[in-house]
Each structure stands twice: as structure tokens, then as C-alpha cells.
């Protein structure tokens, strides 16, 4: 991607304003400004914006507080799109939604008054504060390795219990499942599975884990489940026809629930801790998935961070209990290649030269053509 510095000039649009990026990015217009609060901004969370044409984007909290290298706020500098940071919560506030706002320098307008002064981040600037976080991602680090550890305490029983599954319309005999989440390059990865032959040839159980069914769908596969907490997964998608699974939490707590009765949809629970695209995984377990493959899976310790995890014990518990038919799609798309046996193109031929005699044997005008041919040929030799 060709890396452009945003200039310092004027960048007017009207403003669309939400604490949360990825219920904003669902209603953002090209050309319009982000007006943001979002901490330690990540990576899937600025290529949406980026996608979505934001003019500029507006961010009340600071795009990298420097706890460790998150990568979203250089994809905006470097997408040529002005991101001014730390502009201070107020500023969701004092601005309505869809008015128009001027961005110039370290300054945000309305209406010719400024409002609020932030911190324009360019591409050399956001280079420098990620070096400083490399030198000391060690800190975090043994934070998040602590936390793991106390957490386990907690949740070692992920490892262990039996949830029993809904019961569902969808059945997972001698079946492998694809489980898409919401992670690094999930849309490329999914692509390229796509593109092996995979799907058409093994059709798996499809499941969208919140916003993973809309990549299902985008690539015109209707995902057979879709469960998470569906704050981010679009209405269409929602209506595709997909068996529906609401995450409960211990306790019974299931925030999803609400969206679907509002919609009208009907819907099945299924408890269990750990995140969504750990239940996921459970529930294709339980079901009795002969493998399953996922795409968009979190692994690194940049990624959980991105999605604001303080440790990784439910995803490490869980790995654990299903690592034994558990494999990435990155593999399978490198292993998988659908092939052409030599004995199979001797037996395509060989039908094809069978076919053709029997079309011979019972076909009156080729005959005539093909012994008209041969009287030709001898006709020729015999000169």
C-alpha cells in the first residue's frame, strides 16, 4: 500500500459520532469524519474505517497509549486519511450528530469556532511512538502472562465441563466445520480457502461468529450458524436464514438476546465462559465436527490486545480441550489443492472413446460420413 502523508489542510464533512468504532463504521458514509473514542485504536477497527471512506477520523481517547505496537493508527496515517488524537471525551458531547465539521491542524471547527485541539498524527510520528512501544512490550507482556495465570484459577473448568449444545437444525455427521471469526485478514484468508476447492469440495458446516457471518455471506455463502453477541453482524445477514445461537454467560447474562427478539428472530442459547469465538469452537465440538477449521482465529499477543483482553485463559482452555481436530485455515488452504488423479483422467478418456463408438455403431448418417472418409484414405494410398 502506498504510503501518503495526510497534508495540514482543511478536511470538511459532516460528522458521524459513536464511543464504539464498529457500531459506527455501520453507518459511516464515504466522505464523512469519524468521531471516535477509542483507546489503543486496532488494526481490523481502522481498515473498517478506512473501508467505510472516512474523510478524517476524530479520536476523543489516544490512538496508541503505547502499552504495545497496535498497527491501526499508522494504517489511517498512511492511508492518507488525518487522524487527530486525544481530543478529549467532551467533544462527543458538544457535537451532534451529522453536523458539518471542519478539521485543520491540531483543530476541530463548528460553525467557525473551535471546539476542541488535538494531536495530528502522521505516519512519522506514529513510526517513532511504535519503536518506543516494541522497547517496552516486555512490560506488557508479563502483565498479560499474569492475568492469564490468575485467571486460569478461575476458569480452569473450561477444560473439563460438557455445555450441553442447543439443539439445532443443522447436522454435523461425518462433517467438518469452518468457523469464521472477526481476526487478522479473516476476509483474505476465507478468500483463498474459497478458492481451493475447499468449500465446494468438503462443504463443511459454516459458522459466522458475529461479523465472520457477514464475510460468509459476502462471498456468497450462507453460513448454516452465526453465534456471538450479534453487536456486529449486519440485519440482512441476520435474516439469512442461518440457525441463530445467542452466547450466554455464567450467570445466564446473553446480550445478544435483546437485538434478536427486538428483530423478531427466533433464536437458541448456549452458556458457556470464554469469549464468542471460543463458544464457537465448543459448540462445533459438542456437535461432533470431524475437524474443525477455523479462519480469523486470535493468536498473537497483538491481536488479543486489539480486542481489549487483559489475558487469554478462556482461548487457551479452550484450544486445549479441541486442539486435537482444531486447525487454522491459513494450513488448509496451503495443504489443500484439489488434483486430477492420472487414473482418473485414463478412465475420462477411455469413457470418452467409448461414447464415441457407440454414437458410431448407432448413428446411420456417421456411418455413411466416417466409411466415405475411409474410401477417401484408400483411395489415396492406392494412387
Known sequence: MAIREPEVAQVVGRCRIDRRT?????????????????????????????EAGAAAVINASRSMTGRYPNLGPLLIAAAGIPLLDDVGSNVLDILVEGEVVTVVGDEVIVAGAIIAHGEQQTVASLEQKIAEARSTVGVELERFASNTLEYLKHEHHLATDVPEPPDLPVSFKGRQALVVSRGYDYRHDLATLKRSGYLRELKPV???????????????????????????????????????????????????????????????????????????????DEMGAELIVAVGLHTSLEEFLDKGRDGMSSSFLVRLKVGRILVDAKGVSRLYRPVVRRSDAVVLIVAMLLALVAVAIVNRPLQLWLRSVWLLLRSALGR
Open 22 to 50: 464498529k457500531s459506527l463504521v455501520q453507518r459511516l458514509l464515504p466522505g464523512e469524519i469519524a468521531v471516535i473514542d477509542h483507546a489503543d485504536l486496532d488494526r481490523l477497527s481502522a481498515e473498517a474505517l478506512i
Open 206 to 284: 459454516l459458522i459466522g461468529v458475529d461479523g465472520g457471518a457477514d464475510a460468509l455471506c459476502e462471498l456468497g455463502l450462507r453460513p448454516d450458524i452465526i453465534i456471538g453477541d450479534f453487536d456486529s453482524v449486519s440485519v440482512e445477514t441476520l435474516r439469512c436464514g442461518a440457525a441463530l445461537v445467542v452466547h450466554a454467560y455464567p450467570g445466564g447474562d446473553a446480550p445478544g438476546a435483546g437485538r434478536l427478539e427486538d428483530l423478531g428472530l427466533r433464536y437458541e442459547r448456549f452458556q458457556a465462559g470464554g469469549t464468542s469465538e471460543d463458544v464457537a469452537l465448543l459448540l462445533a
